[in-house]
């Protein structure tokens, strides 16, 4: 079945430094990529996707890039802050006859030192 | 606002004592999913609703049901409860039928405590 795998675990980068965590998925049927930033205790919320069509896709601090060929996607994180400290996860979706299912990451714990 | 609503926020229970937990929404949304996630962890999908039809994931226990009496409202009822379920609980929902990419909206969760 389709696998989504996520790396690092767990990164620690200084304030205003760049942040990039990898994800790589198995199902090239995958056509949607969110991404999801999670505070404790909180719910998964998404802070950018990248869609099949697409090779990059920019929000302020925040880009994904997607490569359909590798099947590989990346988020950036520009100029972090302390903010950003959270758990990230990846996650890939096709579209089903049905219904759809999101395959998650394993999860990113990011953390950004003062 | 439109939005996904799971109560209670928090709730306790005792090892096997039944217990459920609410999600109501206000998209219309015609397909309603069930998470487990426990610390750490990516969520767990457990099961999901695409209409009135139920769909289960192979690995989830006969512990969990649910229930979709009508399109806001899914519950997720745990029928005895283990030391091993406590976990938040995040109820989605989507609409494929309009929607060409599974963009899913996350309630705030329900925080199960067993003791």
């Known amino acids: 079945g389709e696998n989504v795998e996520q790396h690092p675990s767990t990164l620690s980068v200084q304030e205003g430094d760049s942040a990039v965590i990898k994800c790589t998925y198995s199902?090239?049927?995958?056509?949607?990529f969110p991404w999801y930033k999670q505070e404790l205790g909180k719910r998964p919320q998404l802070i950018i996707d990248?869609?099949?069509?697409?090779g990059e896709k920019k929000d302020q601090r925040i880009a994904v890039t997607l490569n359909k060929t590798a099947k590989h996607f990346s988020l950036h994180i520009t100029e972090t802050q302390p903010e950003d400290s959270a758990v990230y996860f990846c996650?890939?979706?096709?579209?089903?006859?049905?219904?759809?299912?999101?395959?998650f990451g394993s999860g990113t714990r990011l953390s950004i030192r003062p | 606002d439109a939005m996904v609503i799971q109560n209670p926020r928090y709730q306790v229970t005792q090892f096997g004592k039944p217990v459920t937990l609410s999600c109501s929404q206000t998209?219309?949304?015609?397909?309603m999913y069930w998470y487990q996630q426990k610390s750490s962890q990516a969520p767990k999908l457990l099961f999901h609703?695409?209409?009135?039809?139920?769909?289960n994931e192979a690995d989830t226990p006969d512990n969990f049901q649910s229930r979709r009496p009508n399109t806001s409202f899914c519950f997720l009822d745990i029928r005895s409860p283990g030391l091993g379920d406590a976990a938040m609980y995040l109820c989605?929902?989507?609409?494929?039928?309009?929607?060409?990419?599974?963009?899913?909206?996350f309630g705030p969760g329900t925080r199960l405590t067993v003791l």
């Open positions: 199902d090239s049927a995958s056509n949607y």
């Open positions: 609703y695409y209409d009135k039809d139920f769909n």
């Open positions: 996650a890939a979706s096709k579209r089903y006859s049905s219904a759809s299912k999101i395959i």
């Open positions: 989605a929902t989507s609409d494929p039928t309009r929607q060409l990419y599974n963009e899913q909206f």
């Open positions: 998209l219309n949304h015609n397909v």
């Open positions: 990248i869609r099949s069509n697409v």
